[in-house]
């Protein structure tokens, strides 16, 4: 499944095996050697340096020893990794703009607990709030099976369409479930022309306008992690999500997905709610 309703795409390397310029392509689209941005444009722009947010979903996994301690050392390890965890935005100055996030995926998915959802606009803060964590007793008893990490960015699919959740800074937590995955493209996407691809960004973006329930969050991992993207939408409907995505589907942009697994469905709690249904 496509779904960058908020992403636009980047050409910053060649398809693996082929060279950065050449006369010509498969698809008959010349290759120059210059800065070709996503939209078809000829540009010799800088570097965009301007302040953006960055995300990390970070997935923690519980040893079933911890559930072995007595109640009363369970509460104490609990309420210190709160307060290491919701320090890291309470000590920090309101402009470093830091937000957190707390799901539970207890009963709903085997292979993690709970996932923090921590935005900042330096990546550096991501650091900083793991290391606070990484000083509790409770983290003697955690893993991270998971950790994606990438970044904001406007949409060039979306400019032209109202509604479609294009800002710049993302409103994080406003419904009470976040699904979540990691997500590449594949490289047959990106040598299609800037026209094809918008066309099926079109496609893809009326097909989702129906269902008002469900908001995206995408944002960019190129470079900085495995994937390409990190996809989230906040809704208060599974069942809308669900007929969602199957809709998207049937979009022949679907056809260019290579990797939209891990699927992660976390239930919007407070911290203290979340640290408590681990035992």
């Known amino acids: 499944m496509s779904d960058e309703q908020q992403t636009p795409q980047t050409e910053a390397t060649p398809p693996a095996g082929r060279p950065a310029a050449s006369s010509g392509s498969a698809s008959g689209r010349p290759r120059m050697m210059v800065d070709l941005d996503p939209s078809g444009q000829v540009t010799g722009r800088e570097g965009d340096r301007s302040n953006r947010q960055f995300m990390n979903y970070a997935f923690f996994k ?5 559930r072995r301690l007595p109640q009363a050392e369970r509460d104490e390890l609990k309420a210190e990794f709160l307060a290491a965890a919701e320090g890291w935005v309470s000590d920090a100055p309101a402009p470093k703009g830091l937000i957190l996030r707390p799901y539970s995926l207890v009963g709903v998915r085997g292979d993690v607990d709970f996932m923090l959802w921590r935005i900042a606009f330096d990546v550096r803060e991501f650091t900083e709030a793991q290391a606070r964590l ?12 998971y950790n994606f990490v990438s970044m904001n960015k406007r949409s060039q699919y979306v400019n032209r369409v109202d509604g479609s959740g294009h ?15 990691p997500f590449v493209k594949t490289r047959a996407w990106y040598d299609l022309t800037p026209h094809s691809r918008q066309g099926m960004m079109d496609e893809h973006i009326h097909a989702s306008v129906p269902f008002k329930g469900v908001r995206i969050n995408t944002s960019y991992s190129y470079g900085i992690d495995d994937q390409e993207f990190v996809v989230s939408f906040d809704s208060d409907y599974p069942q809308e999500f669900v007929d969602l995505v199957h809709r998207l589907r049937y979009t022949e942009a679907s056809m260019y997905t290579l990797q939209d697994t ?16 681990l035992g």
């Open 167 to 181: 800002g710049l800074e993302v409103l994080p937590g406003q419904g009470q479930f976040l699904f979540i995955y």
């Open 62 to 66: 519980l040893d079933p020893a911890f």
């Open 262 to 277: 891990p699927m992660f469905t976390c239930v919007k709690k407070e911290l203290a709610g979340v640290l408590d249904d």
């Open 134 to 145: 990484n000083r509790t007793r409770l983290m003697g008893y955690l893993t991270q099976p």
